[in-house]
């Protein structure tokens, strides 16, 4: 079977030759596999033997002016599209260090909201057209992604402490940012669709959880996000394909809400956090596709990470619908060698034969 066979099998809760094996390794991760043997003009994914997902990618933001600010060794300091202000770091593990935002009230998003039309030229047409017809030809799965929600509004648009006290003090700012987001990245998805680029799911990220809390109430959520989540969901279902939701933290509060408006899958099942695979595989499997729930703690150690696989993996592919990977990304803690052993020994666990 190839990677497409896979998936959908797996979104029809049925078994397959394997479950599908992907993950996403850090920069510095990549490096650390190159330096250890890894040919630099090899894709890791074909090196690897992983699973084939694209990803169409649509740009609904404000269009702020990219600019570097500041470079050396260890990082660098740039602004984005968005507005946001941000230290990444070099050769290094880690999220971004966000510092500075240049929406941080209602009039500064009214001139953002302005600036973010859905224009043709917001889609990668060029790239679409050379890659598009190879994807499909070599059994890639395909994902149109969104961008939207709690998550990327407060980490990469507003700030976070500016976001949470807004969703007490200003709800309906905030719904206003999640449908607008929504909207143009939809309007924008649909003249992908429209051109003949068709794709197998939607997907989007929006964390909303930590360690073993999440960051709004049942009733936040209900109230002021599910209807947007909903939005796309139906969008989705519409078109005939599936929604995936990757959301970090301890999450479990919104399961049953989000499998009440058709949510197809969930990602990445933070085992640190508090989500545990496999009491979910058994409560909501049959319903919900399961995407990771591999301890990215446990991957620089080969016997420990062997022992929850097997622990895992033959619980949650039962009648399919899981995807492997770690419940976070790789980090450059894991050798090129520990993970080739990782991903063979996924295979073999992940069988069905």
Request: aromatic share 12%; proline share 5%; with cysteine.
């Amino acid at each position: 079977m190839n990677s497409h066979e896979r998936f959908k099998r797996m979104y029809e809760h049925k078994d397959a030759d394997r479950i599908p094996v992907i993950d996403g390794p850090w920069g510095s991760t990549i490096e650390r596999w190159q330096r250890e043997g890894m040919p630099s003009d090899v894709d890791w994914v074909d090196y690897f033997g992983m699973d084939k997902v694209a990803y169409i990618g649509v740009d609904n933001s404000p269009r702020y002016p990219s600019k570097v600010i500041e470079e050396t060794e260890k990082y660098r300091i740039h602004t984005t599209p968005w507005g946001a202000t941000l230290k990444d770091w070099r050769h290094a593990g880690g999220v971004p260090e966000f510092l500075d935002f240049t929406i941080k009230d209602q009039d500064t998003w009214r001139a953002a909201k302005e600036r973010m039309t859905p224009d043709r030229d917001r889609v990668p047409w060029e790239w679409l057209k050379s890659n598009y017809r190879k994807w499909r030809d070599d059994g890639y799965w395909i994902i149109g992604g969104l961008w939207f929600g709690f998550d990327v509004t407060h980490s990469w648009t507003i700030g976070t402490e500016r976001m949470l006290i807004a969703l007490v003090e200003q709800p309906e700012w905030c719904m206003d940012m999640f449908e607008h987001f929504l909207n143009v990245n939809l309007q924008l998805l649909e003249m992908v669709w429209d051109e003949g680029y068709e794709f197998d799911c939607i997907s989007w990220p929006d964390d909303m959880g930590f360690k073993h809390n999440q960051f709004f109430s049942l009733k936040t959520y209900r109230r002021l996000l599910k209807p947007f989540h909903k939005c796309a969901v139906d969008w989705a279902h519409a078109k005939g394909i599936k929604a995936h939701l990757h959301s970090c933290g301890d999450v479990n509060p919104f399961i049953p809400e989000l499998l009440e408006i058709g949510l197809d899958a969930l990602n990445p099942l933070e085992v640190k956090a508090g989500m545990d695979p496999s009491h979910i595989k058994k409560t909501f499997g049959d319903r919900l596709v399961l995407h990771g729930g591999i301890n990215a703690v446990l991957w620089d150690n080969l016997e420990a990470i062997e022992a929850e696989m097997e622990k895992v993996i033959p619980v949650v592919k039962e009648n399919g619908g899981y995807i492997f990977s770690s419940d976070h990304s790789v980090p450059d803690s894991v050798s090129l060698d520990n993970f080739k052993h990782i991903v063979e020994h996924a295979k073999r666990l992940g069988s069905y034969s």
